[in-house]
């Protein structure tokens, strides 16, 4: 599966748009990008996934270009609860046992107030 | 309440104890598995069971001992463990096959996880 590269640490205050920009060049063709937000001493939480252009829910936003090497979570007007480690991973679509799901070290995103 | 239940939250022990870590989902997955996460230091995968069958053991130290009875449940048996082995273990189960986006979107739901000391 495509390695997956995003920031470890990013600053924001209460109320600003935060885009968390993750790269996996090596992504394939049957490949899905999902997005996770841990908080600490709990176990990581799904966000969002999606596979081309632009997906919305009533967390946040991912944005997928079209080359889909990378792709930008956006928290829209963030606030001190979304202090979070967030990751980024990639997940091969179909029914086969060959999948990893591996957590990279994630985006710590820390909002200020 | 993801529908896992880790048990027991916390537990302290010495390396000469054996105990034993629970997990049970009530989401009718058929994939479940064992992370582990050292203070800040990425989610580790330790093993993945799918259907009952073990998948994956990436690379774990014989001390720790998984057991999957049925496809809702899954232990983690814990013997002659070492001060480093202190950390948080989380349980997470699926219903697509590991890694995998099949019938769903290949979701991992996660326990609240056991908070395990050596002493």
């Known amino acids: 599966l495509a390695k997956t590269t995003q920031p470890i640490s990013m600053d924001s205050y209460e109320g600003q748009e935060v885009n968390i920009t993750c790269s996996h060049n090596?992504?394939?063709?049957?490949?899905?990008i999902t997005w996770y937000q841990q908080f600490p001493s709990q176990g990581p939480r799904f966000i969002i996934q999606g596979y081309k252009t632009k997906v919305t829910n009533e967390v946040a936003s991912l944005f997928i270009p079209a080359d889909r090497k990378s792709s930008t979570l956006s928290l829209p007007r963030v606030s001190l609860s979304d202090t979070a480690v967030y990751y980024c991973?990639?997940?091969?679509?179909?029914?086969?046992?060959?999948?990893?799901?591996?957590f990279g070290q994630g985006t710590t995103l820390q909002v200020k107030p | 309440e993801t529908g896992v239940t880790q048990t027991p939250r916390h537990l302290v022990m010495g390396m000469t104890n054996k105990k034993s870590l629970k997990c049970e989902q009530h989401?009718?997955?058929?994939?479940m598995y064992w992370y582990k996460q050292s203070a800040k230091k990425p989610l580790e995968l330790m093993f993945v069971y799918n259907f009952k069958e073990q998948t994956e053991n990436n690379s774990v130290p014989s001390r720790f001992s998984p057991e999957c009875p049925n496809s809702s449940h899954l232990f983690l048996h814990l013997h002659t463990l070492q001060p480093e082995d202190s950390a948080l273990y989380l349980c997470a189960s699926s219903q697509d096959p590991p890694g995998t986006v099949f019938r769903g979107t290949g979701e991992l739901f996660f326990g609240e996880g056991s908070r395990l000391t050596v002493l």
């Open positions: 989401l009718g997955h058929n994939a």
């Open positions: 090596n992504i394939a063709t049957n490949d899905y």
């Open positions: 991973l990639v997940v091969r679509s179909g029914s086969s046992n060959t999948g990893k799901l591996i």
